[in-house]
């Protein structure tokens, strides 16, 4: 029989489960706040000869999982209220798919833990970045011990002008909605380490500031007085800018939708109400012993990471080029690129990747990299959805737990609460996920 699937949240991300449900299951409900955003992926159903799915309100999601008989829920709502639809979705007995970050702070993380330990339900949490053909092969050498007991890593990661930017003019930008950058977007990268290391964050001292968007980035001289984009003549030319009504996608999603709920998608990167950093160093110690020096920075001229493995018998380093830089025009919206999009996504500009092992005594040695197509984050969307909807086989263990949610997230929490406090942040204090570990013998 037919897996029954809902999704709530039906904004850009959403058109990605939407079209791979189409291969896996049946669609047979969407919800949102928004009714305008529904009828966007409703007519995108159409267009894709998918059959319509029933539209609900956030609100009734509780009811529309019994009324639509619905096997699974696929959150892609906004972080904050991930844990509402997650907790909602496991007493219907339903499985659950949410996007990441799993949730936004400590006691909506231990609701999600709980709800899942009481029901006895499952949560996957959406870490793509684990279905990336480069981060498997990653994961493969270290698994066979190419460079040994790994000591310490260092991860510095780049967000474009582009695509850094687009976190600071919508929800993102309140860390009340996001969790900030080191919850929102380094989860993925957390995520990473930890599968690679196979280990969990023990301790977390960070660092962090608004050094170039919000009000303060007067100071840099690129600021211009505008609320938001649409409409303002002071934007046009602003390569800060997002111009929702150049991009049909964009602003059948928001523009045409803003009646409904008033979110505007285009505020101005430094106008007042900017709550998370854009610069944040890290320093992480995990369970294993390695350590972690890491770096993410959302005004970089060029976008992508590098990382770097130490081991008992050499070193594995990893640089990845999504893009060599922010073409010119690009950062709007022209000829179908916009800000909303990034890296491989836009591929505008040139990037490549190297993967080189350094042995102690030997020469370095690069370490071919397959190539693979650099849609969908490298193909991993697409690798992914086979494994959470078709039940593709998994061998290295890519398919992430509730608790590999909860592990990601704390690194950053405790980042977040390190910044705040200036001190060093022991994870358990926190959280000491060992109450929702599964108990063996």
Sequence with gaps: M??????VGTGARAQMFAQALSRYGELVALADVNPARIEAQQRRLSSAGAPPAAAYHAGDVP???????????VVCSVDATHDTYVVAALEAGCSVVTEKPMTVD???????????????????????????PVHEQVRGLLAAGEIGEIGSVHFEWLLDVRHGADYFRRWHRDKANSGGLLVHKATHHFDLVNWWLDSSPERVTAEGRLFLYGQDGARHGYARDYARAHGSDAAVG??????????????????????????????????PGVSIEDDMAVLVRYRSGATMSYHLNAYAPWEGYRIAFNGSRGRLELDVV??????PGVAGAVKGHSAALHGAE??????GVSLRLRRYWEKPVEVPVPAYDRAGHGGADARMT???FGGAEDPLARS???????RSLLTGLSANESIATGRRVDVADLLDLDEWEPQHG
């Design 2 to 7: 037919s897996q029954r699937y809902a999704i």
């Design 63 to 73: 009811a529309m999982l019994v009324k639509e008989r619905v096997d699974t829920l």
């Design 106 to 132: 400590v006691p909506k993380c231990r609701r999600i833990l709980d709800a899942a330990k009481r029901t006895g339900g499952r949560v996957q949490v959406a870490f793509n970045y684990r279905f990336h």
């Design 238 to 271: 602003d390569p800060f800018a997002l111009h929702l009504a150049d991009n049909p996608a964009l602003a059948e999603l928001y523009l045409d939708a803003e009646a409904h709920d008033g979110y505007h998608r285009d505020v101005n990167v430094f106008a």
């Design 322 to 327: 999504e893009s060599d830089h922010v073409a």
């Design 346 to 351: 836009a591929a505008a500009e040139s990037g």
């Design 386 to 388: 086979a494994v959470l």
């Design 400 to 406: 992430a737990t509730q608790l590999d949610g909860a």
